[in-house]
């Protein structure tokens, strides 16, 4: 699916708009001319200060830049007004955890990052994003046992190419639980729920397989929109949107 067009910047939030999610590699959302690691909340540049590794801490700045993009697209504030927060339901504390939009109770976010990759979702409800390298194979296998349907990594393992099955199993699991279906697939999806909507595929120009997950009417229009360009870089390759 191609990417998701630029948006204008209303005075106003829009209301009742739908999920948008986008993907990019970290190198295209640190170029990108409407996001700036200034855009972080001093909260987040206290955690950034703990990261040792340069490439992994442009992966977690982008991700988390990106998701200020995918909020600007839904409420139609620009990303420096998106103020996002995160709470650990475990402990209760701030800085941590499943991450929301204090102003916007009504939306569920959510990003990931990986290796010189990042995406992000902003919708309707719960959502969940998980992007991984497309070379990168999930393990060991007593892990993928535990986490995922047993069956269902059986017959991936059955499969003539194994790895790139187990893997997209990972990533919607992934997606899943993002999205508070705590159970990943047990819990949500295969547990006869017809509210929500889950789907994976291949960026086959960023080498990444990307899963999504929420509430079926909000991800719909966002699944189903057209092509349209999001140039990130003046790089050949736009973010792909879903």
Same mark, same amino acid.
């Given at each position: 699916m191609a990417s998701l067009p630029r948006a204008p910047f209303p005075p106003d939030p829009v209301r009742g708009a739908a999920a948008v999610a986008l993907v990019a590699t970290t190198a295209e959302v640190l170029a990108h001319p409407e996001l700036d690691e200034r855009l972080l909340a001093p909260? =987040? &540049?206290r955690r950034l200060a703990g990261i040792r590794v340069p490439a992994r801490r442009d992966d977690v700045v982008a991700a988390r830049l990106l998701l200020r993009l995918c909020a600007s697209r839904v409420t139609g504030l620009p990303p420096d007004a998106v103020e996002p927060a995160q709470r650990c339901p475990g402990c209760g504390r701030d800085g941590h955890g499943r991450p929301? @939009? $204090?102003?916007? +109770? =009504?939306?569920?976010?959510?990003? !990931?990052? %990986?290796?010189? @990759? %990042?995406?992000?979702?902003?919708?309707p409800g719960p959502v969940g994003i998980d992007v991984e390298p497309l070379a990168r194979r999930p393990g060991p296998l007593s892990v993928l046992r535990r986490m995922l349907p047993k069956d269902e990594v059986d017959a991936a393992r059955a499969g $003539?190419? +194994?790895g790139?099955?187990?893997? &997209?199993?990972?990533v919607r699991r992934e997606a899943l639980y993002k999205a508070g279906f705590e159970g990943g697939f047990g819990g949500g999806f295969e547990a006869g729920r017809d509210d929500v909507r889950l789907t994976a595929w291949t960026d086959h120009r960023r080498a990444a397989v990307v899963a999504l997950a929420g509430a079926d009417g909000a @991800?719909? +229009? %966002?699944? !189903?929109s057209g092509p349209a360009p999001l140039p990130v870089s003046s790089g050949p390759a736009p973010p792909s949107g879903r």
């Open positions: 909260w =987040e &540049r929301y @939009l $204090p102003d916007h +109770p =009504e939306l569920g976010v959510s990003y !990931s990052h %990986a290796d010189g @990759l %990042a995406a992000a979702a902003v919708g $003539p190419d +194994p790139p099955a187990l893997l &997209r199993l990972w @991800l719909a +229009p %966002a699944l !189903s």
